[in-house]
């Protein structure tokens, strides 16, 4: 893990948000290769889930939303984690991260696990708390209860809030689905392990509305697209995805039935994203919260009934830590270390890397300058690299994943063709620059 985080802060992927005022916890800011490896495993999703799918529509809701909101989504009454205080030195912990129990610990269960403070090493508990992880802010310029409204913890409601618009706008056929990406927000106890759990995070979620009487075939349909997704968009090997069906007890207050998809992080083995069915559960809240019809009307039979939903929930920040999991690999070349990103060609930040063999050469900075405009004209993450000696360059690209580089020497003044180097095997071929 100290290995990847490091290879992000080192060659502009992420860095800890903030950084220059010494940071904040539970934030990350992306570098222009972190951004471009974001934005292309987002565009990757909505290809596949909205741009190819004629099921799957997509839309774009604000953060801020009346909190009405959150009182019909239960998240004002239950979206909390447990806390607890140690009185000895202060610190405040998640009680399930210290303590072998569940999210809905009460003060006994925990008093019985005797768990001592990770910090000064004392048993000295406050009793355990649910502490609400929504981020409150005020909208208006008057401060007070009225004004008061909350940041989104999750992208689903902005969805849930425009099923009738779409319904009532573009008529789609049951079963359809609505997805949005964008930013949540969630006050995190313990924001830990990189970006994996953090204080402001993105999500892309669908909201996929059926026949109640489908749910079942519906939710597997789905479970085999996240499935064909992470594979075969995304790269991740299957033997590092895991299904784990959640317990009862264990699943979320408006879940009838939860997989998490878990992957082998460096941490572990951890929750990636999850498939939810959700029943009525928000639609049916919000025709109680609002007073507004949530009702389809099957255009065949005339039926009318409120939709159930199954949610695939893709977090953005656990697939780009997944992403760069799968694609880090070390190596030895002639007896050094070489670290390579192995990323999916679809993903890495830059396709192609062209260079001079020498920077003080002007005919072949002029013709490295011509093969890297030909190149610019056709792809886009096309970059120039001529800092350093060509070793120096190999192992900076193999650092930041770019599958392949084009080395223009003095033979290429003579012949027309160049070197093309290949990151993984470190091959190299002479290609004619018509041919490239
Ligand atoms: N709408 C359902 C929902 O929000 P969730 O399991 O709470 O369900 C869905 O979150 C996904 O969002 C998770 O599987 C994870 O990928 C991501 N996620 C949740 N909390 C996160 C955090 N604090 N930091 C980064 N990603 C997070």
């Known amino acids: 893990m100290e290995d990847i985080v490091s290879l992000c802060k080192r060659r502009g992927?992420?860095?800890?948000?903030?950084?220059?005022y010494g940071g904040m916890a539970g934030t990350w800011d992306y570098g222009p290769l972190?951004?471009?490896?974001?934005?292309k495993i987002k565009q990757a999703w909505w290809d596949?889930?909205?741009?190819?799918?004629?099921?799957?529509?997509?839309?774009?809701?604000?953060?801020?939303m009346n909190p009405r909101t959150w009182v019909a989504s239960g998240h004002a009454a239950t979206f909390s984690d447990p806390l607890v205080e140690c009185k000895e030195c202060h610190q405040r912990f998640r009680a399930d991260k210290i303590a072998d129990v569940s999210e809905k610990v009460t003060p006994d269960e925990f008093r019985a696990a005797h768990v001592k403070c990770p910090n000064c090493g004392k048993e000295n508990w406050d009793d355990v708390?649910?502490?609400?992880?929504?981020?409150?802010?005020?909208?208006?310029?008057?401060?007070?209860d009225s004004s008061k409204a909350y940041l989104r913890p999750e992208t689903a409601q902005g969805i849930?809030?425009?099923?009738?618009?779409?319904?009532?706008?573009?008529?789609?056929d049951l079963p359809f689905g609505l997805a949005q990406q964008g930013k949540a927000f969630r006050n995190e106890i313990s924001p830990r392990d990189f970006v994996f759990r953090s204080r402001e995070f993105e999500q892309m979620e669908i909201e996929y509305f059926v026949d109640p009487t489908t749910w079942e075939e519906n939710f597997e349909k789905l479970h085999k697209a996240c499935y064909d997704f992470l594979e075969n968009k995304m790269g991740l090997p299957s033997s590092m995805i895991h299904d784990l069906e959640v317990a009862p007890e264990d699943r979320a207050h408006y879940s009838k039935r939860t997989i998490d998809v878990e992957f082998d992080y460096p941490i572990g083995r951890e929750e990636l994203m999850g498939i939810a069915y959700r029943t009525d559960f928000d639609l049916g809240n919000i025709q109680r919260e609002s007073g507004k019809n949530?009702?389809?009307?099957d255009k065949n039979t005339g039926e009318t009934f409120v939709p159930h939903v199954i949610e695939p929930s893709f977090g953005v920040e656990r697939l780009v830590m997944a992403v760069l999991t799968s694609a880090y690999t070390?190596?030895?070349?002639?007896?050094?270390?070489?670290?390579?990103?192995?990323?999916?060609?679809?993903?890495?930040?830059?396709?192609?890397?062209?260079?001079?063999?020498?920077?003080?050469?002007?005919?072949?900075v002029a013709k490295a300058k011509e093969v890297y405009k030909k190149l610019r004209e056709k792809y886009t993450n096309v970059t120039w690299d001529d800092?350093?000696?060509?070793?120096?360059?190999?192992?900076?690209?193999?650092?930041?994943?770019?599958?392949?580089?084009?080395?223009?020497?003095f033979d290429t003044l003579e012949d027309n063709t160049v070197t093309v180097r290949d990151r993984d095997t470190t091959g190299q071929v002479r290609v004619d620059i018509n041919m490239l």
């Open 294 to 297: 949530m009702e389809y009307r």
């Open 129 to 144: 708390k649910q502490f609400n992880m929504m981020f409150t802010t005020h909208v208006g310029s008057v401060e007070d």
């Open 160 to 172: 849930f809030t425009n099923y009738k618009n779409v319904v009532d706008t573009i008529y789609p």
């Open 330 to 364: 070390e190596d030895d070349v002639n007896g050094e270390k070489r670290i390579v990103l192995k990323l999916p060609e679809n993903l890495a930040p830059y396709r192609f890397c062209v260079s001079p063999l020498l920077k003080n050469k002007p005919e072949l």
């Open 387 to 409: 800092s350093g000696n060509i070793g120096k360059r190999y192992r900076k690209q193999d650092e930041i994943g770019t599958p392949k580089c084009i080395v223009i020497d």
């Open 48 to 64: 596949y889930f909205v741009e190819n799918r004629d099921d799957i529509y997509g839309i774009d809701a604000a953060i801020i």
């Open 34 to 39: 972190g951004v471009t490896l974001k934005r």
């Open 13 to 20: 992927f992420i860095f800890p948000g903030s950084d220059v």
